[in-house]
């Protein structure tokens, strides 16, 4: 059975790969499972979604831990844990990134032991939220990867996924699609078909005995205050807003108050901005007077902020 | 027809579209609303014609499928979770009115706190509401279920509402291969709602009420439901006969899955199941004579089937994806109380808990299940109810707690502070 995962965030088109790849895979003869998996996201937090395919009847559910093709459309993913994208990697997953930087980086980087393939990202706008096919591409090399689908069941893919749409997004997404298959042709079939888990030697889970414990710990009551900014909601940035203070005017009350997420802190008339907790909607470069606030990717700010320091930072 | 890949909420769709359904009142809660929206597409596009209504609460849908159905229509609508519990007054009140339809509803945890994804706890709430009620374990079955489930419901020796289960996410977002039976095939198994004397007209108006009545009348009328819910189990095996001669699908009250000849077997309901019956076939290549039985109709009952299945076995290892707070889980109560006095009885029957809030069970933890019930068997002694939690997963709440408890942290530093500079 192939198990795949693909990692991308909202708004990319993740579970529509799963759905391209899932549906190449059935017209290719598989018995096919796909599925997304979300909760409560939103436009760029973390999502995933899988495909699994056999030529036998699929008893497995639920969320793959063992994948033999791990696909990560955003390789600002790779630093996020809670994304999970690394989750039970072996020596024989094959690991699709979509990015700028080489195998040999993110291998030395993430010290992976797995196969690392990487699909050159193709930007073509600037927020890779909007990043218009990255879906169907991230699909088409993975395609590739596993061998076992020809492009034209791709391309019918591809088309019955997104029949709804205007034939010309059909065409792009194909193309798009097409040429990340072709650009995988090296490695096709890479991908191999992973093993059951037998029900000898296996590692026993390690239950316990759950305690009782009184209501004043095990009720889900919340009585922290302001615990919310433990959630790095930065992590779901796709665009940076930097402000230039030189062109700053120090108004201070605009970009602090308009904020929906009061990311933005004045203390001695200088605005600053909460890189964790901004999510990069760009509310602030709209409205500020001076034109001091501009978006920069956020891929582009981290490959800065990684040549300034030794270490990787998570700012 | 050759077979496609549908979400179990495409699947209901279908087949409330391959059911011809009149009228569908409907509201929206997560993991349920692609079914509404797919019915609403069709409805929009022609496809299906029914009427469709949103109503503001899922008390008022069910009290409007109910009057519909009152009507000689055929209705259909769909909740979740929270919503089946919203309607609970009505749920009881139109299976009082013995009114023929089929609900969908998608397994969803309840609150508090809040979870979105499988847990059965809600359709264990419905349990004795007097809708009958059958569990699907894939998208396939939620289809056919939903045909099986009108024949049911309009049968005249029933005529109660049925509840069609398919549980959250591992099901209602899940593609699987789907076979489409044909619409003349459809019309055959499921001719339209001949409701004899359940008519209404505009232009010959009667009333249709109920009246609050002693002790008396209304345990005739209670107990006229058991009775009637109670054909249902040798109704359900005849209509699901008849639908393997018609679709080649083998839809039984109860799925036997290599139990025939084995010393254990997994007992549970829902899509969990098919992990099950992973299990049971690796069990099987290490020796180990393993089997499912796994109950699609649990209301009405079906205790003879379940019991003939059972018989002789030396241990039964039931899952409840669901937990009665004070007493344990819901299948394991109603088997045990099933087979009690039954000299062919399983000696030992394991209750484990697993999968609630939509938490997975791992092929591993189906090997280690199997390996508690045996040791059980050896020692003669069932061993106590078992929640499938590990330390792992303790560590993680426990962080959770710390973030959440302010007042806890104070006296010891949380592991997330340490680490913060």
Redesign the interface.
């Known amino acids: 059975m192939y198990r795949i995962r693909i990692h991308g965030r909202g708004g990319q088109g993740i579970k529509m790969a799963s759905r391209i790849l899932g549906t190449a895979l059935f017209r290719s003869g598989y018995t096919v499972q796909d599925a997304p998996k979300y909760g409560a996201e939103r436009r760029g937090a973390p999502i995933f979604s899988y495909v699994r395919a056999a030529h036998q009847a699929i008893n497995e559910r639920g969320v793959i831990q063992q994948p033999d093709l791990v696909v990560v459309a955003d390789d600002t993913l790779l630093a996020v844990p809670a994304a999970g994208t690394l989750l039970g990697i072996g020596p024989d997953t094959v690991v699709l990134i979509n990015s700028h930087q080489s195998a040999d980086t993110w291998r030395h980087r993430l010290n992976l032991r797995a196969k690392v393939e990487i699909l050159p990202a193709q930007e073509v706008v600037e927020d890779r939220a909007e990043l218009p096919h990255v879906g169907a591409t991230c699909a088409g090399a993975a395609a590739c990867l596993l061998g076992v689908i020809e492009a034209r069941k791709l391309e019918q893919a591809i088309t019955e996924e997104l029949g709804a749409l205007d034939a010309s997004v059909i065409t792009r997404n194909c193309a798009s699609a097409l040429a990340a298959f072709n650009a995988m042709a090296p490695r096709r079939g890479l991908v191999r078909e992973g093993h059951v888990i037998p029900a000898t030697g296996y590692d026993a889970p390690q239950w316990i005995e759950l305690p009782f414990e009184r209501a004043d710990i095990s009720a889900p009551d919340i009585r922290a205050a302001a615990n919310s900014v433990q959630v790095r909601t930065g992590l779901w940035r796709t665009m940076r807003p930097i402000i230039d203070h030189e062109q700053c005017n120090h108004c201070w009350w605009i970009c602090s108050t308009l904020c929906p997420d009061s990311a933005i802190k004045v203390e001695n008339d200088v605005p600053a901005i909460d890189y964790d907790h901004c999510k990069g909607c760009m509310v602030c470069v709209g409205v500020c007077p001076p034109h001091a606030i501009s978006g920069i990717p956020e891929y582009l700010a981290q490959m800065e902020d990684s040549a300034d320091a030794t270490e990787p930072s998570d700012g | 027809m050759q077979p496609s ?1 549908l979400t179990g909420n495409a699947a209901a769709a279908w087949g409330a579209r391959l059911a011809r359904v009149d009228y569908v009142p409907a509201f929206p809660i997560t993991p349920q609303t692609e079914i509404i929206e797919t019915i609403a597409g069709w409805v929009e596009s022609g496809d299906l014609a029914a009427r469709m209504v949103t109503l503001e609460s899922e008390h008022s849908m069910i009290t409007a499928a109910g009057a519909a159905a009152a009507t000689g229509v055929r209705v259909f609508s769909a909740t979740s979770s929270q919503g089946l519990l919203h309607a609970m007054e009505m749920l009881y009140t139109v299976a009082g009115w013995r009114a023929p339809f089929v609900l969908v509803n998608v397994s969803r945890g309840l609150s ?2 809040i979870t ?1 994804e499988a847990d059965h706890n809600d359709i264990m709430a419905a349990r004795d509401s007097g809708f009958l009620q059958i569990h699907c374990a894939d998208c396939q079955e939620v289809l056919d279920s939903v045909l099986i489930a009108y024949r049911l419901a309009e049968d005249p020796d029933i005529r109660l509402p049925v509840l069609v289960n398919l549980d959250g ?2 099901l209602s ?5 789907v076979a489409l039976p044909a619409a003349e095939l459809v019309q055959t198994f499921l001719p339209p709602f001949d409701a004899r004397n359940i008519r209404f007209s505009a232009s010959a108006p009667q009333s249709q009420a109920v009246a609050v009545l002693g002790g008396g009348p209304y345990s005739y009328f209670r107990y006229e439901c058991h009775l009637a819910a109670l054909n249902g189990v040798a109704l359900y095996q005849q209509v699901a006969e008849e639908f393997a001669g018609l679709f080649g699908r083998d839809r039984c009250a109860v799925e036997d899955y290599r139990a025939q000849d084995a010393e254990i077997v997994f007992y549970m309901v829902g ?2 199941a ?2 099950a ?3 049971v ?3 099987r ?2 020796g ?1 004579p393993v089997g499912l039985v796994r109950p699609r109709l649990l209301r009405p009952f079906p205790a003879a089937p379940i019991a003939a299945l059972l018989a002789g076995k030396q241990a039964v290892i039931v899952i409840d994806q669901n937990l009665s707070v004070g007493q344990g889980g819901v299948l394991h109560t109603e088997l045990t109380c099933s087979l009690y006095g039954r000299p062919d009885a399983p000696p030992i029957v394991c209750s484990f808990i697993g999968g609630l809030g939509g938490r ?1 069970i ?4 189906f ?2 299940m199997v ?1 508690v019930a045996r040791d059980a068997v050896d020692a003669g002694v069932a061993p106590p109810p ?7 997963e ?1 560590r993680e709440t426990r962080k959770l ?1 710390a ?7 104070e006296t010891a530093p949380s592991p ?1 502070e340490q680490g913060d500079e």
């Open positions: 890949l508090a706190p979105l996410f591992y977002f899940t593609r699987e291969p899509s969990f098919t992990k019956r992973e299990a076939d690796r069990l290549e290490a180990q997975d791992s092929a591993q933890e090997y280690q390996a078992r929640l499938l939690y590990t330390a792992e303790l707690q973030i959440a408890m302010a007042e806890q942290v997330q």
